[in-house]
């Protein structure tokens, strides 16, 4: 009944710029923590970002620190994941992740996601 749905993947050139977006329907929004991951062809799906039910709090993989930013409009019911300075080692599949956990926190481990969406994919060329 949960679904969340991506858009905003593309083709950029190195240096550019890319705003992911993720819209969660199916269950109050406001109530799940969110995150980003990615995974590039024959490597693990990584963290990327995390975000508290709040917005309140963030956290974000060093190699992306700087660079991107996560966020949610609760109002919308949608989590971004705004990408700049983009390099061609962040081609990848971005997917968003929705966790219904109690308590204000953010949350970097797979396996404590309940939800996924079905990835974007982005590509940056050299």
């Known amino acids: 009944q949960v679904q969340l749905v991506e858009s905003g993947g593309g083709l950029v050139q190195a240096g550019g710029s890319l705003r992911l977006s993720c819209v969660v329907s199916?269950?109050?929004?406001?109530?799940?923590?969110m995150g980003w991951f990615r995974q590039a062809p024959g490597k693990e799906r990584e963290f990327v970002a995390a975000?508290?039910?709040?917005?309140?709090?963030?956290d974000y993989v060093d190699s992306v620190k700087g660079r991107f930013t996560i966020s949610r409009d609760n109002a919308k019911n949608t989590v971004y994941l705004e990408m700049n300075s983009l390099k061609p080692e962040d081609t990848a599949v971005y997917y968003c992740?929705?966790?219904?956990?109690?308590?204000?926190?953010?949350?970097?481990?797979?396996?404590?996601?309940?939800?996924w969406g079905q990835g974007a994919q982005v590509t940056v060329s050299s």
């Open positions: 975000i508290s039910r709040s917005g309140g709090r963030t």
């Open positions: 992740a929705a966790a219904y956990v109690a308590g204000i926190t953010t949350i970097i481990t797979t396996r404590r996601y309940d939800y």
């Open positions: 199916g269950r109050t929004f406001s109530l799940a923590a």
